[in-house]
């Protein structure tokens, strides 16, 4: 093999190993302060709110952020298939959050959403511990 060849080959290779990287590493994910949300409350803008906190989390709290909805966040894929995800609009605000120290399942479930292709797909910075340190609007959670 010529060292020409060679090289050509290694290029290759590098250049596929990038690829095969770029194409595991997960959407970024753009955030919303507590207050930009509150806002958007108070202007009574089209924003679905997803609560991914544990079901321990979830169950420990009686309250969640006004108008959310609590989905398991590795469950969100397959619910995805059913209302009220199903007939969203793909360029419809969501906001997901959750109780995580760093805001981990909250990104999760927005890049699940972003990956099945809705486009203004945003996390609560802060989570639920922010959103009561800004006395963002709660209601009582539903009872299942």
Known sequence: MTMCRYLFIVVIVAALSV???QA?????VEMITAEELKAKLAGN?????????SPQGYAAS?????GAIHFKGRKL??????APLKDLPKDR?????CA?????????????LQASGFKRVRVLQGGWNGWLQAKGPVEPRVRT
Not at 24 to 28: I, K, M
Not at 46 to 52: A, E, F, S
Not at 93 to 97: G, Q, S
């Open 19 to 21: 690829v095969s990287v």
């Open 45 to 53: 803008e089209p924003v679905m709110i997803i609560d991914v906190r």
């Open 24 to 28: 595991q590493t997960p959407a970024a």
């Open 62 to 66: 009686t309250t969640t952020i006004k």
């Open 100 to 112: 995580c120290p760093n805001d981990e399942s909250s990104i999760s479930a927005a890049q699940v």
């Open 77 to 82: 894929k397959s619910r995805l298939k059913y």
């Open 93 to 97: 605000e969501i906001v997901t959050y």
